[in-house]
């Protein structure tokens, strides 16, 4: 259901249905027209939250590079997300051993 799909990746309702409108995702739907996401949706909400707010792509990019890795037969969304969270855990780590920059008042 949406509201548990929205819950499990940290989204509002209505950002699932804009995904959905966009052609970015396309969950199952119940006779009574309830929409039942997967695995492979949620997955996918997670790579275009990850791209959207992280790498400041925007939806038609996002898009894009749906179609690229279909179309080649690739993992880059997983590559991409991979390198991002790695690159955050390498930093957050490296963070906890530098000290913490002084606060700016402009």
Known sequence: MISVAADMVSV???TLRIYEESGLICPARTPTN???YSENDIRRVTWIRH???NL???LAGVRILFALEERLGTRILERLYDEGTGAA???A???DAMPEPA???A
């Open 12 to 14: 509002h309702p209505r």
């Open 34 to 36: 309830i929409r039942l």
């Open 51 to 53: 791209l959207t707010q």
């Open 56 to 58: 400041g792509v925007n």
């Open 89 to 91: 855990d390498a930093s």
């Open 93 to 95: 780590q490296a963070g």
């Open 103 to 105: 606060a700016s008042t």
